[in-house]
């Protein structure tokens, strides 16, 4: 491979919330005495105006983001060490290597892994840089998922999928299958609610690949970073610089 496969993320999320109130004045009842009263009547007092409830306000919508606004936000040359190039977007035809398991559990990550882009995602930009033929290769995603809410939706079922799956394969046309391990691994703390899995090949004709992929959050927009065959300071750079990167174009904030 003259590149890494891009691996995209995919969940569907759900969230329903019913609010129901209900509220009651108690009556009140009297009698009056059929003889008549020399004591005067005292005036019925007039009720004290009632205070309207305050009209709950709702903030206005942030304005949608388009793939324009998220390429602008991606990394570029001047973001990264010396010796990366961009690579040409090799389109649906690039898109040959796919990952696939015949245990039950794990056919949840295998949708995500094989995913082009991130369920739901309302634009969407991706760039992928290579250091020469041996690498690193790092590959960056930014997903405009609407809201916050929904980037760590995104996020959960994400790691969710990754602890319930322990291996898949890899199969790569012209040169076989290879059994992969999944494994969570500690990521860059930066962004929300980070989560990042490491894909190793243990034997056959992927043996000794070795892919991490760290997902985050920058408020409603998911940032991916698949790095292939750097070393753990690559994927820690790389990642932060992705976040801030994308917190300062987006004008949006996040933790670093």
């Known amino acids: 491979m003259n590149r890494q496969t891009r691996l995209s993320i995919i969940a569907a999320t759900s969230l329903t919330v019913a609010l129901a109130s209900c509220s009651g004045e108690p009556e009140a009842d009297g009698t009056t005495s059929p003889s ?29 983001r388009t793939a324009a606004q998220l390429t602008k936000a991606l990394l570029g040359l001047d973001d990264l060490p010396a010796g990366f190039s961009i690579e040409p977007d090799i389109g649906e035809e690039g898109d040959d290597v796919t990952l696939s398991s015949k245990d039950p559990k794990c056919a949840r990550l295998v949708a995500l892994t094989n995913a082009d882009k991130a369920p739901g995602a309302k634009a969407s930009a991706y760039r992928s840089f290579a250091a020469g033929e041996q690498g690193p290769f790092v590959d960056e995603g930014l997903d405009a998922m609407g809201s916050e809410a929904a980037v760590q939706a995104l996020q959960r079922s994400f790691q969710q999928a990754i602890r319930t799956c322990r291996g898949m394969s890899i199969s790569i046309p012209g040169e076989g299958r290879s059994p992969i391990t999944v494994r ?28 991490t992929m760290v997902t985050t959050g920058v408020q409603d927009v998911v940032v991916s970073v698949t790095v292939m065959g750097g070393a753990s300071d690559d994927i820690e750079g790389t990642t932060r610089a992705a976040v801030a990167k994308a917190t300062k174009v987006l004008g949006t904030t996040s933790g670093t």
């Open 36 to 64: 008549v009263s020399t004591t005067p009547t005292a005036a019925p007092s007039t009720p004290a105006p009632s205070t309207p409830a305050p009209t709950p306000t709702t903030p206005p919508a942030a304005p949608a």
């Open 184 to 211: 969570e691994v500690s990521a860059p703390k930066t962004g929300a609610t980070p989560v990042a899995v490491r894909f190793s090949a243990i034997e056959g004709p992927a043996a000794g690949l070795e892919v």
